[in-house]
């Protein structure tokens, strides 16, 4: 032992987790300490010692960092100014703005229960009210709420299966009644893009109505219109083949 090093016993080394050990191993005996007088002591020493320590640690840990090194690193731009202005003649009218501000809400407005909402939404006045033409005093840019909102996926991707399933039937009972166009074809093929598998039983009863009915416009069709031909081909065989409808498919030709 060396002359002026304080004297530690073998539990005091163990550190302060051992004596606390120690001192549960002698609660348990009935209640009663079972550990010699000065071994008591010395647990109860190495327990405040280590209580001392423990608060003598700060809370909060902060890293030293030069900043002179990440000033070298980092860029920082901020601006306070609005826009660029528009160069002469590229500035869009006020009745332009207000027109695209017009349309845009109209895409979050149809609610899944709206069954007229829906069809003029996706097709557009014109072909739902049966017009050739609407008057335009004004070019005003796209009128969406005359010619439809095509199915941007800014669109689609927020519907849910609910909402898939009712603005399918909407427009195919639509086109029950109604001759076959682009913009309904293209609905129709982006409301069967969001169609989850397995199919719901009303989903399954839905498209194969419509697979039906595109077969019914394709025999009515006397001017061999190649285009819609193709049209009406495809969704016949997406429900067919692609959500397994099998007795609805074309014999290959």
């Given amino acids: 032992m060396v002359r002026g090093e304080p004297v530690t016993s073998p539990l005091e080394r163990r550190g302060p987790g051992a004596a606390r050990a120690e001192l549960r191993v002698a609660a348990r005996q009935g209640g009663r300490a079972v550990l010699p007088f000065r071994r008591q002591i010395r647990v109860l020493h190495t327990c405040r010692r280590g209580r001392i320590e423990a608060a003598r640690c700060p809370d909060v840990v902060v890293a030293k960092i030069d900043p002179r090194k990440l000033k070298k690193k980092q860029t920082v731009n901020i601006s306070i100014s609005g826009c660029q202005p528009a160069p002469e003649g590229y500035s869009p009218t006020l009745r332009w703005q207000q027109q695209q501000v017009a349309n845009f809400s109209a895409v979050r407005q149809p609610k899944s229960e709206d069954e007229e909402g829906w069809k003029k939404f996706c097709l557009g006045e014109r072909i739902h009210s049966e017009i050739d033409a609407l008057p335009n005093n004004e070019s ?48 129709l093929y982006a409301l069967l893009a969001c169609l989850e598998k397995p199919l719901l039983p009303e989903a399954h009863s839905l498209i194969r109505q419509l697979a039906r009915r595109c077969s019914e416009v394709r025999v009515m069709e006397e001017n061999k219109n190649e285009e819609q031909i193709s049209a009406l081909n495809l969704i016949i065989c997406l429900v067919s083949r692609y959500f397994d409808q099998r007795d609805l498919a074309d014999e290959p030709s």
């Fill in 140 to 187: 005003i840019g796209i009128d969406y709420m005359k010619v439809g909102f095509p199915p941007l996926l800014s669109i689609v991707s927020r519907m849910n299966q609910a909402t898939v399933t009712s603005v399918l039937e909407y427009l195919i009972s639509w086109f029950g009644e109604k001759k076959f166009t682009p913009e309904l074809g293209r609905w």
